[in-house]
């Protein structure tokens, strides 16, 4: 079953003449353990499916459901979608490893185990001895294995991340690209990323094009079942 299904889905910002419309009709699906790549330009609509997928966004008219997700609820999903944004999303008063070990201690793990997630998250995504600095201490490509290593270390089945390198240089970012696949590739989770940069779409098994609100096909057609 597929862990995300977008049935006809469409968002509509606002009402009446100015109304926007951010995502036409999507029907696509992310199966178990895939690697897709969202590419498109700027306004596209990429952060909007994204949203929608995740839960954070409902879709103005369409479906979209989490099939091989069990429970539909906001808390079900929120325990097997990780979200990575762009920026940074670190609590500054806490360290590398407190920021990782927050959502788990919100879960309601037992504390043992906080620590030994958190621990082999953090050396998941190479950081073990940046496990004590503060967010500020750290670069801006530390930071964001940061954010992936605390998103991981939840063992989510779909990570999704919404320009994840947007603010990193090219090699720092395709850096933290290539570990975030690695590390949800040992874990089993799938991965969709959205991006503008056509270098790290390159990274990932599946692309699907957006233009306009559409998913599309590379030479223009429109896409009308990606991944389904
Ligand atoms: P992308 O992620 O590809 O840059 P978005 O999904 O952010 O695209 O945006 C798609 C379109 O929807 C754009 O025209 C954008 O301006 C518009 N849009 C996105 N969010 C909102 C919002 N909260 N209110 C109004 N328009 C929005
Ligand atoms: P991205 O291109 O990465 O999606 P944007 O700068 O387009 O980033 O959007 C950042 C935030 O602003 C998003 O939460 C989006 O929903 C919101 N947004 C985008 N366009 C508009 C808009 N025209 N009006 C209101 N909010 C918007």
Redo the contacts with the bound molecule.
Sequence with gaps: LPLVRCEDAART??RGPGA?V??HGLTCAVPPGARVCVV??????????LHLMAGLDRPTTGRVSHPGLGGESAEGLARHIGVVFQGPSLLPPLTAAENVALPLRIDGVPEDEVASRTGAALVRLGLESLAGRLPDELSAGQAQRVAVARVLARGPALVLA??PTGQLDRATGRQVLAVLLTAAAELGAAVLV?T?DPLVARALDIRWY?AD?RLVQPGGRTDTRAGT
């Excluded at 498109?40 to 499916?49: A, D, E, H, W």
Aim: without cysteine; hydrophobic residues 25%.
């Design positions: 910002y606002g926007v951010a995502v498109g330009p700027s306004g596209s609509g990429k952060s909007t499916l919404d320009e959205t503008h957006m609100g």
